[in-house]
């Protein structure tokens, strides 16, 4: 069985990034993992690809699948009828094949799954100083100041309300690769298989 890896933070810390290198690192080592790709109600982004950044459906089909009890978690993360799920039978046949799962999910979603499987879920928090984040905010040149300051308060909040993460990690500017492998090896050293410390 594999380990449930949970990614949550606020946007703008890198956390995609992060992501990115970890499974990079996992591919480097010879190691399996599989990265869920949520269902989602809310419209792509320029960029964003069906079936690769998120699976897109509408409100019903979001709905047909909640009350079918396809998900394993789903939040409301705007509180604005956006909806996000994470579809449970990848997840579940990615684990009982010896695949470690990587969520990116919110802290509603984290709670969810810790609740569901508590034995092998382990969040990471990613992080960066308010400072760094006001100034990658606003480097992308596309917010107006409002939104700027919404999504820092925002963020805020996120940061502190993470202290049910065992792990927080403090993604710096470039230091994507070392964020990643400090993930890795809290999750070699820690819940590897010579050191089984999970409940
Ligand atoms: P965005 O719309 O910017 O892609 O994501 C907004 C937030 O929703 C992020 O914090 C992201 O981690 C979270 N999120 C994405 N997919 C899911 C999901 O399936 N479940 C939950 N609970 N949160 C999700």
Redesign the pocket.
Known sequence: MGKLIVV?GP?GVGKGKVIEELIKIYGEEGKKIFLSV???T?APRSGEIDHVHYNFITQDEFKKNYENGNYL???D?SGNRQL???PLMPVKEHLENGYDVLL???I??FKQVLNKYPNNTIGFFITVDFETLENRLRGRGTETEEKIQSRLATARKEVAASTIYPHKIVNEDNKVRESAMEIYEILENQYGEKTPCLK
Do not use: A, L, V
Request: without cysteine; charged residues 30%; proline residues 0%.
């Open positions: 949550s946007s949520s269902d989602t809310r978690e789903s939040n993360y996000y799920g994470t990116d999910i919110d509603n979603g």
